[in-house]
């Protein structure tokens, strides 16, 4: 049972243009959102939080804006530059459990 | 620069051998996850610590899948017998307090023939 979703699996932007990536929970016990960021061969890597009783949070090029009533988030990359390519992971968890799930990623690729 | 460690990066052996995975946690954090990533199901969590204590291994198929903590500093995970469907890359992360970002390692990437 898929309690995260990002129903797009691919993305294809050009450099110095806004990447726009979506994500869908069903569990509204959820309360604290995490995007990662994901290299080939490597772990994934923690790129941006926000919390329930925030709806924005900006760090340099990235925000991620939650909608609780629509139990949706979203990514926000400006300007995407070609190191953004790469795999993004929505997450989320309830603040009783230790438990994080994961959306099934898209994938970015910023075109030159 | 701490980070999560894993071994063996790459692992490919014969389907009915024993697999051990290695992870060690970032010095201090208390919570150790596992995850498995396939192309089908994307990140599923196996199994979790919490202080050394396994608090859900409700992901792990049982009969071939153990998570252990012998120490704060070294969590394993042992497939025994394997099977080609376990082909897959396992990845450790880590965090500390309530653990709510957590720190990937690079992971082990799995082949059972």
């Known amino acids: 049972d898929q309690q995260v979703k990002q129903n797009s699996p691919s993305l294809s932007v050009q450099e110095g243009r806004i990447s726009i990536l979506n994500c869908d929970y069903t569990?509204?016990?959820?309360?604290?959102f995490l995007w990662y960021k994901k290299y080939p061969a490597e772990g994934p890597t923690f790129l941006i939080s926000?919390?329930?009783?925030?709806d924005k949070n900006e760090d340099g090029r990235f925000t991620v804006f939650l909608n609780k009533s629509a139990k949706h988030l979203s990514l926000h990359i400006v300007p995407s530059q070609p190191g953004d390519s790469a795999v993004y992971f929505c997450?989320?968890?309830?603040?009783?459990?230790?438990?994080?799930?994961f959306g099934a990623g898209t994938t970015v690729t910023v075109r030159a | 620069d701490a980070r999560v460690t894993q071994t063996p990066r790459h692992k490919v052996t014969e389907m009915g051998q024993e697999v051990t995975m290695r992870c060690q946690p970032i010095?201090?954090?208390?919570?150790v996850f596992w995850y498995r990533q396939t192309m089908m199901q994307g990140l599923e969590l196996l199994a979790y610590f919490r202080n050394r204590a396994p608090l859900d291994d409700s992901g792990m198929p049982k009969d071939r899948f153990s998570a252990e903590m012998p120490d704060a500093t070294l969590a394993t995970l042992k497939i025994q017998p394997s099977e080609p469907r376990d082909s897959a890359v396992y990845f450790c992360?880590?965090?500390?307090?309530?653990?709510?970002?957590?720190?990937f390692g690079a992971g082990t990437r799995l082949s059972v023939l």
């Open positions: 010095l201090g954090h208390n919570t």
């Open positions: 997450a989320a968890r309830d603040s009783n459990d230790y438990k994080l799930s």
């Open positions: 569990n509204s016990m959820f309360d604290y």
């Open positions: 992360a880590s965090g500390f307090g309530q653990a709510n970002i957590q720190y």
């Open positions: 926000i919390s329930s009783i925030k």
